[in-house]
């Protein structure tokens, strides 16, 4: 019998007044929980929240030792507690303050390696591929084909070539056209790219002259460039221009590398209520132990660090990145704000269905994530990792914006925790853990790593070292992430502005 059958609910910190439920449970039924015996006046769906003591109206329903909302009634022991008896807290914009309380943590020398390629400028990727990049959501079809027929040629040493379609480029002004822009040259600069085509149309805003100065030192050998309305054929022409970037790409060889060289991108997305309790801290310690070894994370999806700030903003490593921190949480309130919307219009119908009430409860189950070490940067959107340590990037909560947000970024890897599943797939190897083994069990060519196995007997410790091997072996090329193995290839480009 695992532990979630012998335990049917759980009290997450002592200071809760709720308990999740691990299975589902039936009214009237009698539960044991934190010590306490309580009857449950209503039936409880699985991951969802009851009653531990009476919580009077208006008072905080506290879940993770914080509060995720007020009651709008008095709620006994043993009532569902969810959206109809639960509201948020949160409205606008706010004055942060800084009060220290940083961690410290001895490095950890074990001389762990993977098996990456090296980049003449210094970084290092887990993958040796082409991308195709286009300026212009007008030349998508074209870069989609280029690659389609590209595939069909022997290119050894090369693990795969795909497009990174887009719908920007054109027809858009001020902030959108800049973002666009230096998302798609972060992108060009990625270093699991060995070599890029970037294709453009030639008529659009995001013009090849304005795109190269972005991109900055361009290696000729690395890079292509293709204007489609100033060459013959383009088909032609970009199959030859591809051919010359095969060519480079096959001399790069694998060779052990050091962890403190991997970035690893932290996210969630289809959350369930497991998820701040299993996968979520499952990836906090892995976070945890990698920087120990020298190594970086980053966290996004800023709207969903409202209302849990207390978790990390005094883990900010000085005032100027505390500064940086809650300029970014208010300039993302002000941004709903300015367009009538309220910043707390989350979570999604899925969440709730999975369990989660109010975008408290949401945030505090996704910083999990972050684990316990200090905050040493915090980046604006399009912004790139510089300082090994734990990053905050920003960038709204939307999937796949996010996913581009963090490759663009410099992250190698993804982790994505879900609790209700998604196929989504960035370009980068987007590692899918399951916070229920349900869902590992239901769709296991989605899901790479079952964190659910939390709730069945094994501990937090034992499933974070089998996750940093696995980390190796996929680093490494022993291994594809679900999304490789499915070609599914995705990014998306944060919009804000007006399309013309």
Same mark, same amino acid.
Request: proline share 6%; hydrophobic share 40%; net charge negative.
């Given at each position: 019998?695992?532990?979630?059958?012998?335990?049917?609910?759980m009290?997450?910190?002592?200071?809760?007044?709720?308990?999740?439920a691990?299975?589902?449970?039936?009214?009237?039924?009698?539960?044991?929980?934190?010590?306490r015996?309580?009857?449950?006046?209503?039936a409880?769906?699985?991951a969802?929240?009851?009653?531990?003591?009476?919580?009077?109206?208006?008072?905080?329903?506290?879940?993770?030792g914080?509060?995720?909302?007020?009651a709008?009634?008095?709620?006994?022991p043993?009532?569902?507690?969810?959206?109809?008896?639960?509201?948020?807290?949160?409205?606008?914009?706010?004055?942060?303050?800084?009060?220290p309380?940083?961690?410290?943590?001895?490095?950890?020398n074990?001389?762990?390696?993977?098996e990456g390629?090296l980049?003449?400028?210094?970084?290092a990727?887990?993958?040796?591929e082409?991308?195709?990049?286009?300026t212009?959501?007008?030349?998508?079809?074209?870069?989609q084909?280029?690659?389609?027929?590209?595939?069909?040629?022997?290119?050894?040493?090369?693990?795969?070539i795909?497009?990174?379609?887009?719908?920007?480029?054109?027809?858009?002004?001020?902030?959108?056209?800049?973002?666009?822009?230096?998302?798609?040259?972060?992108?060009?600069?990625?270093? +699991?790219?060995?070599?890029?085509?970037? /294709?453009?149309?030639? #008529?659009? !805003?995001?013009?090849m =002259?304005?795109? %190269?100065?972005e &991109?900055?030192?361009?290696?000729?050998?690395?890079?292509?460039?293709?204007?489609?309305?100033?060459?013959?054929?383009?088909?032609?022409?970009?199959?030859?221009?591809?051919?010359?970037?095969?060519?480079?790409?096959?001399?790069?060889?694998?060779q052990?590398?050091?962890?403190?060289?991997?970035?690893?991108?932290?996210?969630?997305?289809?959350?369930?209520?497991f998820?701040?309790?299993t996968?979520?801290?499952?990836?906090?310690l892995?976070?945890?132990?990698l920087?120990?070894?020298?190594?970086?994370?980053?966290l996004?999806?800023t709207?969903?660090?409202?209302?849990?700030?207390?978790?990390?903003? +005094?883990?900010?490593?000085?005032?100027? /990145?505390?500064?940086a #921190?809650? !300029?970014?949480?208010n =300039?993302?309130? %002000?941004?709903? &704000?300015?367009?009538?919307?309220p910043v707390?219009?989350?979570p999604?119908?899925?969440?709730?269905?999975?369990?989660?009430?109010?975008?408290?409860?949401?945030s505090?189950?996704?910083?999990?994530?972050g684990?316990?070490?200090?905050?040493?940067?915090v980046?604006?959107?399009?912004?790139?990792?510089?300082?090994?340590g734990?990053?905050?990037?920003a960038?709204p909560?939307?999937?796949?914006?996010?996913?581009?947000?963090?490759?663009?970024?410099?992250?190698q890897?993804?982790?994505?925790?879900?609790?209700r599943?998604?196929?989504?797939?960035?370009p980068?190897?987007?590692?899918?853990i399951s916070? +229920?083994?349900?869902?590992a069990?239901?769709?296991?060519?989605?899901?790479?790593f079952?964190?659910?196995?939390?709730?069945?007997g094994?501990?937090?410790?034992?499933?974070a070292?089998?996750?940093v091997?696995?980390?190796?072996?996929?680093?490494?090329?022993?291994?594809?992430?679900?999304?490789?193995?499915?070609?599914?290839?995705?990014?998306?480009?944060?919009?804000?502005?007006?399309?013309?």
């Amino acid at each position: 019998m695992n532990a979630a059958a012998q335990t049917p609910a759980m009290v997450i910190a002592p200071t809760d007044n709720v308990a999740v439920a691990l299975v589902d449970l039936a009214a009237g039924q009698t539960v044991q929980v934190a010590g306490r015996t309580v009857k449950l006046t209503d039936a409880i769906p699985c991951a969802h929240k009851f009653a531990v003591e009476p919580i009077a109206a208006d008072r905080p329903v506290v879940k993770y030792g914080h509060p995720i909302g007020h009651a709008t009634a008095a709620i006994s022991p043993g009532q569902w507690v969810h959206v109809h008896n639960l509201r948020t807290n949160l409205s606008g914009a706010e004055q942060y303050s800084y009060a220290p309380a940083l961690n410290r943590f001895a490095p950890i020398n074990d001389g762990l390696t993977f098996e990456g390629f090296l980049r003449p400028d210094g970084q290092a990727g887990v993958r040796n591929e082409i991308w195709i990049l286009p300026t212009v959501g007008c030349v998508n079809n074209i870069a989609q084909q280029l690659a389609e027929q590209f595939r069909k040629q022997p290119c050894p040493g090369v693990d795969a070539i795909f497009p990174l379609n887009h719908p920007y480029g054109c027809s858009q002004l001020g902030d959108d056209l800049a973002n666009t822009r230096k998302i798609l040259a972060a992108l060009a600069r990625h270093p +699991n790219a060995a070599g890029v085509l970037i /294709v453009g149309l030639g #008529c659009e !805003n995001n013009t090849m =002259e304005e795109f %190269r100065r972005e &991109l900055g030192d361009a290696s000729p050998e690395r890079f292509r460039f293709m204007i489609s309305q100033q060459v013959g054929d383009e088909m032609q022409e970009g199959l030859r221009l591809l051919g010359e970037l095969a060519e480079y790409a096959s001399q790069f060889r694998r060779q052990s590398l050091p962890v403190s060289q991997l970035r690893i991108g932290l996210k969630c997305g289809g959350s369930d209520a497991f998820s701040g309790i299993t996968a979520n801290p499952l990836l906090g310690l892995f976070s945890d132990e990698l920087i120990r070894r020298g190594g970086t994370t980053v966290l996004t999806e800023t709207p969903e660090m409202f209302g849990a700030e207390p978790l990390f903003m +005094n883990r900010c490593a000085d005032d100027d /990145v505390f500064n940086a #921190c809650a !300029n970014m949480l208010n =300039e993302f309130k %002000r941004y709903f &704000l300015s367009r009538n919307q309220p910043v707390y219009e989350n979570p999604a119908p899925g969440n709730k269905q999975g369990g989660i009430s109010t975008l408290e409860e949401k945030s505090l189950g996704c910083l999990q994530k972050g684990g316990t070490t200090n905050v040493v940067d915090v980046l604006p959107y399009a912004g790139r990792l510089s300082k090994p340590g734990l990053n905050f990037l920003a960038a709204p909560g939307n999937d796949i914006v996010s996913v581009t947000a963090l490759a663009a970024a410099g992250a190698q890897m993804v982790f994505f925790t879900t609790g209700r599943g998604t196929p989504l797939g960035g370009p980068l190897p987007t590692i899918k853990i399951s916070s +229920n083994s349900a869902l590992a069990e239901s769709k296991p060519h989605w899901i790479d790593f079952d964190a659910g196995r939390l709730l069945g007997g094994s501990s937090l410790p034992e499933l974070a070292a089998e996750l940093v091997r696995e980390t190796l072996e996929i680093a490494s090329g022993r291994r594809l992430a679900k999304n490789e193995i499915n070609a599914f290839r995705e990014i998306a480009i944060f919009k804000d502005g007006v399309t013309l």
